[in-house]
């Protein structure tokens, strides 16, 4: 029993951090809100998302043991709506076979547009699915959350794969957000959606 429990540690682990991405926010996460996923030591992510209004682009990396920091540049149409902010993740526990992880985390550490302090909690579930849900002030407004439904790879023609896809729905403190994010190639993923009631797409790196 204990062997299963550790192979099945292991896996959940691996699979989250498989899928960690950054979120439009900065932060590592989903749409706009955080997951509980921090960076492992000597990881990295870049992004970059085309938003109806304009654009968004963040770099994170992990500079200590479970410690997660990046910035994030926001470019809107209107110049009054252009900032660079700075955000952290901690991550308090790792998620395992029966318990979330959980993280806490600060974005617009400098109060640019708007200091949000957050506490997220993430949790794989059977079927390839994935809850997440955290408290955070600021943007958030008190609770938000989301669900994700990972399809795997699957066989098209003889040679072609349909790549691994993770379809999102989640609540921002203030809308409803719905993407999807492909796994193109390892590291490199794909977004696109819909999100404050507008367009968006994006890629990102993580290595």
Request: glycine fraction near 14%; charged fraction near 15%.
């Amino acid at each position: 029993m204990k062997k299963v429990l550790l192979v099945g540690a292991i896996i959940f682990s691996i699979s989250a951090v498989g899928l960690a991405a950054p979120s439009v926010s900065g932060s590592t996460g989903l749409i706009n809100n955080p997951s509980a996923d921090v960076l492992r030591s000597g990881q990295f992510s870049i992004g970059y998302y085309n938003l109806n209004d304009g654009g968004a682009g963040s770099l994170n990396m992990n500079i200590a043991t479970n410690l997660e920091v990046g910035i994030a540049g926001f470019r809107m149409d209107n110049s009054a709506g252009n900032h660079t902010l700075l955000n952290a993740k901690y991550a308090l526990a790792p998620e395992s076979v029966l318990t979330p992880g959980i993280a806490v985390g600060i974005e617009d550490v400098a109060d640019e547009r708007q200091r949000t302090l957050y506490a997220a909690a993430s949790k794989a579930l059977p079927f390839g699915f994935r809850v997440h849900a955290g408290v955070g002030t600021g943007r958030y407004n008190g609770l938000f959350g989301a669900i994700e439904k990972t399809i795997n790879p699957i066989m098209i023609t003889g040679k072609d794969m349909f790549p691994a896809t993770t379809l999102i729905a989640e609540y921002d403190g203030n809308h409803m957000n719905y993407g999807a994010r492909m796994s193109i190639v390892p590291g490199v993923k794909v977004d696109g959606g819909w999100r404050d009631s507008n367009w968006y797409v994006g890629v990102s790196f993580t290595n």
